[in-house]
């Protein structure tokens, strides 16, 4: 099989994500992400995944690929992504995270909006759920969840002092199974590697993170596959049979 | 004061480390930020959180903390136990919460320090 260079920003959000602006849409996000030069996207709402298919039918005849996903909150309140091949997929997981939802209403004046919102940038709900709350989930039963489900598992933005592995746990914990970890467009691969012990046991990946339409691709990770699948990205991380990361872009 | 004081007088549970309860309590750290409480807590104190994650042994052993306690009744992991017991540090498990529990601690003559 041909194996050639896909630009991936496997961290955005959408109109969903109570702190995601309304500009998130399906439409403009695909937009953006081909005026962009972006190959794969991963779509990671906080706790939820209900704009995953809207997304994915906006990217129709597009030339990009939309893998569903989730940014989980674990117990620890650690950021973890998941990334699937299959929107069935993200929706199980979905479905484990609502029923692990700590409770609470969202309010919309101190969050933001939630807005389920259709392949042509209509409204289709507004989700109550707090989203931007905790789950009951600790870090090792939810990453083990994402892999029995086909998944990959992300540590976020390592190098923020909120939300990340870092932050809460003090340091990279022994038995964390994520695939990667994700640096954000605030820092650089480089400096993490020599300021976090421990980094070495993962591939980093860089993405942006974008809750803006104008974040979008401000960090991506170019692999060299042959298609842009969840198993292929996997080997991609692993260096395995000719698949590898060829660039992390962003950072300062 | 001895951890052992602490125990009785607040009536903690004990899921790691019965056997070191004579260690001193030089004082308290509250956090639930493992990064935070590496930086800031001294060595000797008491530390009050509510992560039950493993990761807060290390934390323990490298501060050199006198112990401890989880809040809000929360039961730390397996794996938090069982290497809380390899590293003999002292676990201990509250109903109350973090501030209910510091107020008490403060009562009975314990401070921050730093």
């Known amino acids: ?252 | 004061m001895e951890l052992k004081t602490i125990v009785e007088k607040l009536g903690l549970e004990v899921k790691a480390g019965e056997n070191a309860l004579n260690r001193q309590v030089e004082g308290g750290y509250g956090s639930d930020l493992l990064s935070d409480v590496i930086a800031h807590s001294e060595k000797g104190d008491v530390w009050i959180t509510l992560q039950v994650h493993q990761n807060i042994v290390a934390v323990a052993v490298l501060k050199e903390l006198a112990g401890i306690i989880i809040i809000g009744g929360k039961t730390p992991l397996e794996e938090t136990i069982a290497k809380a017991r390899k590293e003999g540090v002292v676990i201990m498990t509250s109903s109350l919460s973090a501030f209910e529990l510091s107020g008490r601690l403060y009562q009975m003559g314990l401070r921050g320090r730093g």
Not at chain 1, 63 to 89: C, K, S, W, Y
Not at chain 1, 216 to 228: N, S, V
């Open chain 1, 1 to 252: 099989m041909m194996l050639r260079a896909f630009r991936a920003d496997l961290h955005v959000h959408t109109c969903l994500s109570p702190c995601g602006e309304l500009e998130m849409t399906p439409k403009a996000i695909v937009r953006t992400c081909r005026e962009k030069g972006i190959d794969v996207v991963a779509i990671c709402d906080h706790n939820s995944a209900e704009n995953v298919v809207s997304v994915r039918r906006a990217a129709k005849n597009a030339n990009l690929t939309v893998l569903p996903g989730m940014e989980v909150t674990t117990a620890e309140e650690v950021h973890v992504l998941a990334i699937f091949n299959r929107e069935d997929q993200a929706l199980a997981l979905q479905k484990w995270v609502y029923e692990h939802l700590l409770p609470g209403e969202n309010d919309e004046d101190l969050f933001g909006l939630q807005v389920v919102a259709n392949e042509l940038d209509e409204v289709d709900a507004i989700v109550n759920k707090l989203l931007i709350g905790a789950t009951t989930l600790p870090m090792n039963p939810l990453v083990d969840r994402i892999h029995t489900l086909g998944g990959l598992a992300v540590a976020s933005h390592i190098d923020r002092d909120s939300f990340s592995v870092i932050s809460q746990l003090g340091f990279i914990p022994d038995d964390l199974a994520v695939d990667a970890l994700e640096i954000s467009p605030r820092a650089s691969t480089a400096t993490i590697r020599m300021q976090i012990p421990g980094v070495e046991r993962f591939p980093l990946i860089t993405s942006s993170d974008a809750h803006r339409l104008d974040e979008i691709g401000k960090a991506c990770t170019t692999f060299f596959l042959p298609e842009a699948t969840v198993g292929e990205i996997r080997k991609g991380l692993q260096g395995a049979e000719g698949r590898k990361i060829v660039e992390t872009e962003g950072g300062l």
